[in-house]
């Protein structure tokens, strides 16, 4: 079974500063990953996703993130953080089992953003 | 297009009483899941729908059951209501080679 672990529960960065969540997952195989983000009341809105080809993924909002299968990570990075990006961040991976797929979930991490 | 549509968005109810939540798609996706979203526990999956007839536990299954007779439609329902199911629902649809596409939420509170 696959699993994510999503290190740092709360971070806190200054509006303008670079970021970086960090993601690691644990599956067989070569996983597809997904970056999440909600904002507070929200759904869930995709960031960006990884299923194979180029290991550095552009996203939306700015976001861009890098599967490194010798760590067994897919960090999320952005130059530089607005205000509005304060919000909770998933990361998740999918694992492909009888022909569907399977997504699990890492805890979040909440990003805090100070002017 | 609609997507992933859950109904309702807000339900208050009181111990011991039933309802359904209704998830509906329209993407022709043959899986389908709902999970709870709880403070510190990110998303955890109650249980998934790999098509038509065919649903399976997820990792939170106890007090809820599915059914899913359409590929479009995959309700929750609850049985009887305890306050440990006060959470966020989302219910999600997904291909074969996409990304969870997400349902808005329905936030039930237990009383």
């Known amino acids: 079974a696959q699993s994510v672990t999503q290190p740092d529960i709360h971070i806190t960065v200054s509006e303008g500063a670079s970021l970086e969540l960090r993601c690691n997952y644990s599956?067989?195989?070569?996983?597809?990953l997904f970056w999440y983000v909600q904002s507070p009341g929200q759904g869930l809105q995709l960031l960006l996703k990884?299923?194979?080809?180029?290991?550095l993924v552009q996203g939306i909002k700015g976001f861009e993130a890098e599967f490194k299968r010798s760590q067994s990570s897919f960090n999320l990075r952005k130059p530089s953080v607005h205000w509005s990006d304060a919000a909770e961040y998933f990361c998740?991976?999918?694992?492909?089992?009888?022909?569907?797929?399977?997504?699990?979930f890492g805890i979040g991490t909440k990003l805090q953003v100070i002017p | 297009n609609a997507g992933v549509t859950q109904t309702p968005k807000f339900q208050v109810l009181k111990t011991g009483q039933s309802m359904t939540l209704q998830c509906a798609q329209d993407?022709?996706?043959?899986?389908m899941s709902w999970y709870r979203q709880d403070p510190g526990m990110g998303l955890r999956l109650i249980h998934y729908s790999v098509g038509a007839g065919i649903t399976d536990q997820g990792e939170v299954p106890n007090g809820y059951n599915v059914s899913r007779s359409t590929t479009e439609d995959f309700p929750l329902r609850l049985l009887s209501a305890a306050p440990s199911q006060t959470s966020v629902y989302f219910c999600?649809?997904?291909?074969?080679?996409?990304?969870?596409?997400f349902g808005q939420g329905t936030r039930l509170t237990v009383v």
């Open positions: 990884y299923f194979s080809g180029d290991t």
């Open positions: 993407m022709n996706h043959e899986y």
């Open positions: 998740a991976v999918g694992a492909l089992s009888g022909g569907y797929q399977k997504v699990t």
């Open positions: 999600a649809s997904t291909g074969q080679n996409t990304e969870a596409f």
């Open positions: 599956y067989g195989a070569t996983p597809y």
